[in-house]
């Protein structure tokens, strides 16, 4: 099929990639000159692993091509997916503007026959809001579908090749059975729905997720009380059916592109609705409590952080990702300097990134030993794997002395009580310190 994806963030690009490497056309379109000459370059904008390697192939293949013209990207297209970015809103809702755009873009270009499918995140009601927009300006009855994604950051292309289920809501038959074609090639699931339900499905799934990493870090703060065990505690939960062990990685809290604005999002279109959702509120007063639990540890520890030299370990929201979008790292960064302390930080690809947001606040390095070099403590707020692997009896002999507030439980018990001299307090567990 000959398909245009409008965006080339990080839904628009992963998605257009993989629909090119099942055997489709696709050409993909974005307003950022400067993005499409360096995708033109086989050069992705974001760091995902395996993207480049596909966008190159695939590219090298003639199946996936890039331009800043809707003329040309929509002249053929049998299905335009529109993948552009719905941010939060003061308010809390989603900000439609940039999908309203990209509706009256394509109503000038896009053929009678053309399926038009919104995968960007949105509340409901939105497809038939979009829909009204496009046929105002093109004149005759537009074929919407609903499919949302179900991406993460770091995993796009196995979410994508790999997919759990694939979610088309429509009320025109024909093109569901015609998207259900387009993914065909996965061999996946495929839920139909009505539009409203699918856009639903996107909203429910996150804050969902989000609720069950509120409630472990809660779950976590309350073994920490009583003197038990929160991994021991999530593998006996997750080993039930009914809970799964997913989402049940205790730390400070969730963050990135989708989370905290979706459920945002999903509390704001209950709220239109006279919904009380207190289950939502209580997610996120959690997780904006639990981003600061590093912080309140070494407090506790130290009485004062006035001139320590903090070392901070990641600064992207999660591993595999360079995406610095509502990190723990940006909350952590905030209080720590607010409260006197000195700030050295490490990431191995969100340093760019992390300027934009943090600015000149802290210090920032290229490796870890230089992060953690005459440091009073360590903070990890990220569990990258260099990060997990490092030796600590190497880290001990460049600082102060070892102290480490562990946000992500990365090292093992027995990683440890192998120290010499350590003091190490992770999250949901009790402290270790050896003297």
Not at 403 to 417: A, L, S, W
Request: aromatic share 6%.
């Amino acid at each position: 099929m000959k398909i245009a994806v409008l965006g080339t963030g990080y839904v628009g690009l992963s998605t257009g990639v993989c629909l090119s490497e099942i055997g489709h056309h696709v050409i993909c379109i974005d307003i950022n000159e400067e993005k499409i000459q360096l995708l033109n370059q086989g050069r992705s904008p974001i760091y995902e692993p395996g993207l480049e390697e596909l966008l190159v192939s695939n590219m090298s293949a003639g199946k996936l091509n890039f331009t800043t013209s809707h003329q040309k990207a929509l002249a053929e297209a049998e299905i335009i997916i529109i993948a552009v970015g719905t941010p939060q809103g003061e308010d809390g809702a989603a900000d439609l503007s940039y999908l309203e755009q990209a509706a009256k873009d394509i109503s000038k270009y896009m053929k009678e026959s053309t399926i038009v499918v919104i995968k960007s995140t949105v509340p409901v009601g939105t497809n038939d809001y979009i829909k009204k927009i496009i046929e105002t300006h093109c004149g005759y009855r537009v074929k919407m579908v609903s499919n949302p994604e179900f991406l993460r950051q770091g995993s796009a292309i196995q979410d994508t090749m790999f997919a759990d289920r694939i979610v088309i809501g429509s009320e025109d038959k024909a093109a569901a059975e015609k998207m259900k074609e387009m993914y065909r090639p996965l061999n996946v699931p495929v839920l139909l729905t009505s539009t409203k339900s699918a856009e639903m499905i996107k909203y429910a799934s996150n804050a969902f997720l989000a609720t069950k990493i509120s409630y472990i870090n809660e779950i976590a703060n309350l073994c920490e009380a009583v003197g038990a065990d929160v991994e021991d505690v999530a593998k006996g939960m997750g080993k039930d059916k009914r809970i799964g062990e997913a989402f049940l990685n205790a730390g400070i809290g969730y963050g990135g592109s989708c989370f905290p604005k979706d459920v945002k999002a999903l509390l704001h279109t209950a709220g239109q609705n006279g919904v009380n959702f207190a289950m939502l509120k209580e997610t996120i007063r959690v997780n904006d409590v639990q981003r600061e639990l590093l912080v309140t540890k070494a407090l506790k520890r130290f009485g004062s952080l006035q001139g320590k030299r903090i070392a901070l370990l990641g600064l992207a929201f999660k591993p595999e990702t360079d995406d610095m979008r509502e990190a723990p790292s940006i909350t952590l960064t905030s209080a720590l300097t607010g409260l006197g302390a000195e700030v050295f930080a490490y990431d191995p690809v969100a340093i760019e990134n992390a300027r934009k947001i943090i600015g000149d606040r802290v210090k920032y390095t290229t490796s870890i030993d230089e992060a953690v070099s005459g440091a009073d403590a360590i903070f990890i707020v990220t569990e990258w794997k260099d990060v997990k692997q490092v030796d600590l009896e190497v880290l001990a002999a460049k600082m102060k002395q070892l102290i480490i507030f562990d946000g992500r439980n990365c090292f093992d018990e027995n990683k440890i009580k192998a120290c010499s001299n350590i003091e190490y307090y992770p999250v949901g567990k009790p402290p270790i310190i050896i003297q």
